[in-house]
């Protein structure tokens, strides 16, 4: 079990190299199938926070493995700079297969850390990240590197995440591990990244969105009921997008 966050990144780099799914070598009908049925989902998000979006700025994703949704994000919004990023060279690596399946060119990808970009500083009119920052680990680095890269009045957003009070996180933990065990899961505590997020000069607002797409028999009824009494969501575990702001100077 590993217990470091080299050793939990260098899984995640490993299995973008090994994943018989989603190898650059793989050619794989399943993959396309799973990550058009997220897609779904990804577009339900867009359209939830459209006008925290930006249409014609400069746009980077963190952790988003082969790239398919910065490609979703540039066949949107033409006119935007999208830069796609993940940890993993062998993921971002499969992006051209994406650019070519939703027919777009994605303005610049690299792999990178969530907290060692590229970017120069205040650059950036909108980061964002779907279902990825459970994976970032190093969570305070992060949000140093979020803040330090955008402009001032830039947005950042959490799309998807995995949600959770710190009283149920060892529960949550167990859970979510038990669904994918061959990569490290976690766990985003929401009331420690608000923490964090206003420590680095970001104010954050987080929309509980227990959506009901590409659900499973027993989580659909979980979300459900959850939809049903929004005021359990933030007291349980719930996906959940943070949209983070900095403020103008």
């Known amino acids: 079990m590993p217990k470091t966050i080299d ?11 090994d994943s018989q799914q989603e190898s650059p070598e793989a050619d794989s009908i399943h993959n396309i199938i799973n990550k058009m049925t997220e897609a779904a989902i990804v577009l339900d998000c867009f359209e939830r926070h459209r006008e925290e979006l930006s249409t014609n ?20 919004f033409p006119d935007a700079h999208v830069s796609a990023t993940d940890i993993s060279s062998f993921a971002v690596a499969s992006l051209p297969k994406w650019e ?3 027919h777009v060119k994605i303005d610049n990808s690299y792999p990178c850390k969530s907290y060692e970009t590229k ?7 909108l980061v964002f990240c779907f279902a990825a920052a459970h994976h ?6 992060t949000m140093q590197e979020i ?11 959490y799309f998807y995440e995995p949600a959770t009070p710190r009283y149920l996180y060892p529960l949550a933990y167990k859970r979510v591990n038990g669904k994918r ?16 997020s206003k420590s680095v000069g970001l104010d954050v ?3 509980y969105y227990p959506s009901l797409i590409h659900r499973r028999p027993f989580e659909t009824l979980y979300f459900y009921i959850l939809n049903k009494l929004p005021f359990l969501q933030s007291k349980v575990p719930c996906t959940a997008n943070f949209i983070f702001r900095k403020s103008p100077q």
């Open 7 to 17: 050793e939990k990144q260098q899984i995640e780099i490993e299995h973008w190299r």
């Open 57 to 76: 700025g400069r746009v980077l994703e963190l952790g988003g493995g082969q790239g398919w949704a910065s490609c979703i994000y540039k066949k949107l």
């Open 100 to 102: 070519d399946i939703l």
């Open 119 to 125: 970017e120069a500083e205040e650059t950036l009119d």
């Open 136 to 141: 970032f680990l190093a969570h305070k680095r």
């Open 147 to 157: 803040s330090r890269i955008l402009k001032p009045g830039g947005r950042a957003i």
């Open 181 to 196: 065990p061959e990569v490290p899961e976690d766990v985003l505590i929401a009331n420690e990244l608000k923490i964090l």
């Open 205 to 207: 607002q987080i929309d």
